[in-house]
């Protein structure tokens, strides 16, 4: 019985921390600049070459 009360006590201080997390980053969400209008992306592709090679 005790280890099973131990154990529920230790997902409840686990379930009190992601409350709080969770409130955390809603506040930083409310206050994170927004988006630019138009698509955005971070994809990048090969670094061009300087080769004459590869140029034709």
């Given at each position: 019985?005790?280890?099973?009360?131990?154990?529920i006590?230790?997902l409840?201080?686990?379930?009190?921390?992601q409350?709080?997390?969770i409130?955390f980053?809603?506040g930083?969400l409310?206050?994170a600049?927004?988006?630019r209008?138009g698509?955005?992306?971070?994809?990048?592709g090969p670094?061009v070459?300087a080769?004459?090679?590869d140029?034709?």
């Amino acid at each position: 019985m005790q280890t099973y009360e131990a154990r529920i006590a230790a997902l409840e201080r686990l379930v009190g921390r992601q409350a709080l997390e969770i409130e955390f980053l809603k506040g930083a969400l409310k206050s994170a600049p927004r988006p630019r209008s138009g698509p955005t992306s971070v994809i990048t592709g090969p670094a061009v070459s300087a080769s004459l090679k590869d140029a034709g």
